[in-house]
Each structure stands twice: as C-alpha cells, then as structure tokens.
C-alpha cells in the first residue's frame, strides 16, 4: 500500500476509531492480577495514541511531501531510485486522473534533465463545445519549501479557482502545479553547475504544456503564482524569463536577497535575485502581498523591490494584511486577490491566430536574348 495513497491515509483513520472503540469497550472487562491489567490498559492507550499519531503524521507528509514512499521513509533509496526512473518525455507524459479533477504525471525534462512531478487541472469549460478550438491561458502555482504539488489543495485547489472562474472574477485559465525542487534539491529555482532547476520551470514544464494541452503561446497568457519559496520563485523567473512570462503574484514571499541555505555561492545568489534582476528592466507586471507581523516575509521586503523597479517593470502597490502570520489561513485570504489580479493581466481564452506565412519570394525575371549593339557607321 502506497505510503502517500489515499486509501493508507483512509486505513489509519479506521484503526484510530477502532482502537477507542475497542479501548472504551474492553476497559472494564480487562481480567487478572492489578499488574497485568495496568499493562493491559497502557498497551491499549500506547495503541490509541500510535494510531492517532500515525494519521497527523500521514497527513502532514502528504501535505508538505517530505517522503515519497516506503523507501523513501526508510532510507533505502540512496539516490538511486531518481536514476533508474527518469520519467518519459514530455510528449509521451501519460496523465493520471483523481477523484478531485487534478491530472498528474511524471516526466523528464529534456533540457534541464530533470524528473518530477507535475499536476495539471483543467477548466470546465476546456471540454466544453464552444471552447473547443480555443486555447486557454495558463496560472502555474509553485509551491512553498518544504512541500508539493499537492501542498496547493490545501489552498482551495481545485474549488477555489472554479469558484473565481464561475463567478467571472477569473478568467478561464489551465492551473499547473510543478514540483519546484526535482529531487528534493532545493535551488530557490535557479540553474546551479549541477543543478537545472530554473530550466526545468520555464523550459521543461511549459513545453509538456504545450505538448499535452490547448494553451495560448504569448507571454501575456502565462501568469506565476506563489508562497514562500514559491513566491519568491515566481517572482524572479517572470523577471528572468519575460518572453515566456507575462506576471507574476507572490504570497509571503522568501527574502528577495535570496537564500543561502540553498544557494551558498553569493555571486550566483546576487544573480538570482529579484532585486539585482530588476536592474535589467524586465517587461513583467507583478503583484505581492504579505501579512504586516510575518517575520520571513516581512512588508520591508516587497517594499525593497518596488523601490527598485522601473518600468517596464510593474509591481503594484503591496498587499499587506494586518494580522497573520507564515501559514495557510494568510495565503488563503491573499489568494483570492492574487488570482483577481492575475485575471486582469492574462490574455483571455481565444482561437489562436495562425502564424503569418512569409510572401513568397517574386521569381526574377528571365534574362533575354541578348541583343547585339549597332555598329557604328
């Protein structure tokens, strides 16, 4: 049985309930010498409590991604389980699809050469048949450090993004969540001599996109969304890749200095950061929003980067809540705004437009007969 399936998640909760149930029942007709019955009910109560113990733990593991699997748990990986299985390639990706909507798969870049996950969610109306010659925009949601993909169910998704898209506060867009650390690794989503982390977030991951899904190409149709670590992410890869992105929200963002825990080098942290990136004037709009007493994201940080953008770099005025902190319950009451404002900048779904032929070339004349001058007399 899976260690992050739903249906082991589901069994602990079981066990937990029939232990009380059993514990409550059997209390009072446990038999025997005081010693044996006192070790009877602690071992019953040790049960309770490990069966208890084992549901948060599943759920915060699923949560936040910190083991994979059985392996995983136990230590018996020793890297090896990445290299034996890179995953397809983005155009034979095959999608899996949850009780939920989301489709996930598992693929190989093949310009950063790295695997990983990567769940897609499309609208309702994607199969609807007056869309079905158009193509859609696309949110990408990347997620915090430590945690997943999944760590975005958590935050409304799906139901959220259908509530916006329903109510007409956001445009029908394809959601896709990416791992943002293949492997683990986390690079605050930069390139490192060993590791292509940004490659696999604005190359690999939009390519299995275009591949698999209707989706418009322009940079006005890709919008980034993130928290925490991913805040920062989304931040700085529209800033270092604005042909492919057109905006970017960031909930309580990381440092935009940069983070040496996952960066040492200090030149190549400088290079990654927003901050230094906005020197080069990227075309970009972008929004931030944190919470007035979260001390890893604190208001002086987004504050920092507006101060330095020029356009054609747009942050808009920050978002700052009065009360939160670093968690879910902030992120779920910026999210709404972010995506309201990420609606605003996204191309809307459409036919696209085929690509101009270029005029064919007018054929040259034919030279005559060449025609012998008169003579003079």
């Known amino acids: 049985m899976s260690l ?16 009380m149930l059993a514990t409550l029942f059997a209390w009072g007709a446990v038999r025997g010498p005081r010693p044996v019955r006192w070790l009877t009910r602690l071992v019953m109560i ?5 069966t208890a113990i084992a549901v948060v733990a599943v759920w915060i593991n699923n949560s936040y991604g910190l083991y994979t699997d059985w392996n995983d748990l136990l230590g018996r990986d ?12 983005p155009g034979r990706a095959m999608f899996t699809r949850s009780a939920n909507g989301l489709l996930e798969t598992y693929v190989h870049g093949l310009h950063s050469k790295l695997s990983g996950q990567v769940l897609v969610w499309t609208p309702p109306q994607y199969d609807e048949p007056q869309y079905r010659n158009q193509h859609f925009p696309v949110i990408m949601l990347l997620h915090g450090v430590p945690g997943s993909p999944l760590s975005w169910l958590d935050l409304g998704m799906p139901g959220e993004f259908a509530s916006l898209m329903a109510s007409g506060r ?8 990416p791992v943002i650390d293949p492997g683990g690794i986390d690079t605050d989503c930069s390139d490192t001599p060993t590791r292509k982390n940004a490659t696999w977030l604005a190359k690999d991951v939009p390519e299995l996109i275009r591949t698999q899904f209707r989706v418009l190409p322009e940079a006005k149709a890709w919008g980034l969304v993130g928290y925490s670590t991913g805040g920062f992410c989304s931040v700085k890869l529209a800033m270092q890749y604005p042909s492919l992105f057109g905006s970017a929200a960031a909930m309580s963002p990381d440092s935009f200095a940069g983070d040496p825990q996952a960066l040492a080098d200090p030149v190549l942290r400088q290079q990654n950061s927003p901050i230094t990136l906005a020197a080069k004037w990227p075309s970009v709009a972008i929004f931030l929003g944190t919470a007035a007493k979260d001390r890893f994201s604190p208001p002086s940080n987004l504050t920092a980067l507006q101060a330095v953008a020029i356009p054609p770099t747009l942050v808009a005025e920050p978002l700052v809540l009065a009360t939160g902190g670093h968690n879910t319950n902030t992120w779920l009451r910026l999210l709404p705004t972010e995506l309201q404002w990420m609606s605003g900048h996204l191309d809307p779904p459409r036919v696209p437009t085929p690509p101009k032929k270029a005029p064919a070339p007018k054929p040259k004349p034919k030279p005559g007969p060449k025609q012998s001058l008169p003579s003079r007399p």
Not at 4 to 19: C, P, R, S, W
Not at 46 to 50: E, P
Not at 170 to 177: E, F, G, R, S, T
């Open 78 to 89: 020793n890297g090896t389980q990445t290299a034996a299985m890179p995953g397809p390639p």
């Open 170 to 177: 956001l445009k029908p867009a394809v959601v896709v969540m």
């Open 46 to 50: 040790a049960i309770c409590q490990f």
């Open 4 to 19: 992050t399936g739903t249906a082991f998640f589901y069994v602990l909760i079981a066990a937990t309930v029939l232990a």
